[in-house]
Nanobody, 123 residues
Framework: QVQLVESGGGLVQAGGSLRLSCAASGRTFSRYAMGWFRQAPGKDREFVATISGSGDSTYYADSVKGRFTISRDNAKNTVYLQMNSLKPEDTAVYYC????????????????WGQGTQVTVSS
């Protein structure tokens, strides 16, 4: 069992930055690939970024590529999402998720989810 707790969301102006954190419980954090997803009101949950267990492989949605950076610190059981050049369309609840398999962009295949953190970008 893995418990995930996100933090770092908030209100920011367009063009600003935020860093989200996701703290995981358990001793096997490095065995999990981690993903960030987001869900805006009235829309489906969408993939944002994923990182391998070792941290040496990352993949991003086209909509955030070049603006967002996913990273992890396995010693601290934490994954991060650095978000720069934020746009109003980035407004959503952001979720982190843990995957023991090869879920990559497929939300349905992730094993554990956090409760989400709200990010609001004003224009």
């Amino acid at each position: 069992q893995v418990q995930l707790v996100e933090s770092g969301g908030g209100l920011v102006q367009a063009g600003g930055s935020l860093r989200l954190s996701c703290a995981a419980s358990g001793r096997t954090f490095s065995r999990y690939a981690m993903g960030w997803f987001r869900q805006a009101p009235g829309k489906d949950r969408e993939f944002v970024a994923t990182i391998s267990g070792s941290g040496d492989s990352t993949y991003y949605a086209d909509s955030v590529k070049g603006r967002f950076t996913i990273s992890r610190d396995n010693a601290k059981n934490t994954v991060y999402l650095q978000m720069n050049s934020l746009k109003p369309e980035d407004t959503a609840v952001y979720y982190c998720a843990a995957d023991r398999g090869n879920a990559l962009t497929r939300a349905a295949l992730y094993d554990y989810w956090g409760q989400g953190t709200q990010v609001t970008v004003s224009s």
